[in-house]
């Protein structure tokens, strides 16, 4: 296997083990200890928000999430994923209380590995989306 399939199969699994199954100890030994996400506030930029995110605010209220990928593309040490996370929301989301609806956050990551670690992260996504309906029912 090639280096830029094995950094797809790298991401793959962090998505099935870390976003699906909140996996303490594959997210520790995928994360680089100088990982930055890009995308978040200086604040929360590090791998313990990126946790925290995962475990404590998604997992939670969709118990059931799954993670669909539809395209990954690497190229160098970068690899873009265009992905949607699925569940039905039966727990607490940020203060709404349970709706049973089924909810899709379409992403779009952009993740560059180090040694096979996640070192980067860049990502667009539609959860401020997905909130703004749940509020609505």
Not at 39 to 65: E, Q
Request: some cysteine; charged content about 25%.
């Amino acid at each position: 296997m090639d280096i830029l399939e094995k950094n797809k199969a790298i991401v793959r699994q962090f998505n099935s083990e870390v976003i699906e199954q909140c996996n303490w100890d594959c997210f520790n030994a995928m994360m680089d200890k100088g990982f930055i996400n890009q995308t978040a506030p200086l604040s929360a930029n590090k791998a313990d928000s990126m946790w925290n995110t995962f475990n404590n605010i998604l997992k939670p209220a969709f118990p059931d999430l799954k993670v669909e990928i539809y395209d990954q593309i690497a190229e160098g040490d970068k690899v873009t994923t265009r992905k949607a996370i699925v569940g039905t929301h039966t727990g607490v989301l940020m203060g709404i209380a349970p709706t049973g609806k089924q909810i899709k956050i379409d992403v779009i990551d952009i993740v560059r590995l180090k040694d096979g670690k996640y070192m980067e992260h860049w990502g667009i996504n539609t959860l401020q989306t997905v909130i703004a309906e749940l509020k609505k029912v």
